[in-house]
Each structure stands twice: as C-alpha cells, then as structure tokens.
C-alpha cells in the first residue's frame, strides 16, 4: 500500500510525504508505483532544478519514501507561491490516482487552521 500524507497550512501545501509499494505487480513493472514515484520525483525536482531551491529545501528520497517539508525550509513568500503551483499539481494528479486505484493508494489531507507563515 502507498500512503501519501499532505499537510496543508491555510490553503497552501506545506509538507508531503509518500511512503510504501502498491504491490500492484511484480517489482520493475508496477505502473501504480511509478506513477506515484514520478509525480513524487517531478515535483521535487522541480522545486529544486527549475525553481532552484536545492539550498534550502528540506527533503528525503529513497527506495518507497519521499518527504518534502516546504514550511520548514525556509522559503520566501515568492517561492512558497511558486513552489505551491508544482506541489498542488502533484496533489491533484494523486489525487486522481488515490481515487481510481484505491486498494493500493490511500492519500490523507491534513489541515490546518492557523495562519500560513514562513
């Protein structure tokens, strides 16, 4: 099962993390799997090639785990507003995801009512 854990602050993504194998198939050929991982990947990379906040993003990658932790990394108010356009497409692309496959993805939305700062 994969586990995918958003955190959000006001309306603003500030912490995913995405943990486990679908055990849809055989390792190498879970379709399920690498679509999590790829849009898991993509996003972090993208806040860190494109957005170029290798320096100051807070994050892990390895085998069935990725964890980015925005609201603790420090970020402008520009980059958290141009970090949220990558993190909330992920979200909706797992979201998809989590709701066709839902035997082996399950995604939880944490909220929080305080107010977003960095």
Do not use: P
Not at 2 to 24: L, P, S, T, V
Not at 65 to 71: A, E, F, N, Q
Not at 93 to 108: G, I, P, Q
Request: charged share 35%; hydrophobic share 35%.
């Amino acid at each position: 099962m994969i586990n995918i854990k958003i955190q959000r602050q006001k309306d603003k993504i500030i912490y995913f993390e995405i943990e486990g194998h679908a055990d849809f198939s055989e390792y190498g050929e879970d379709v399920i799997c690498a679509a999590v991982s790829s849009a898991g990947q993509i996003t972090v990379n993208g806040l860190i090639e494109t957005l170029e906040l290798k320096k100051k993003l807070k994050f892990t990658e390895e085998d069935g785990y990725i964890v980015c932790d925005l609201k603790n990394s420090g970020l402008t108010d520009d980059e958290l507003e141009k970090a949220d356009i990558l993190v909330e497409s992920m979200y909706s692309y797992l979201k998809e995801v989590a709701k066709s496959y839902s035997d082996f993805v399950k995604l939880k939305e944490i909220k929080n009512k305080f107010k977003f700062t960095n």
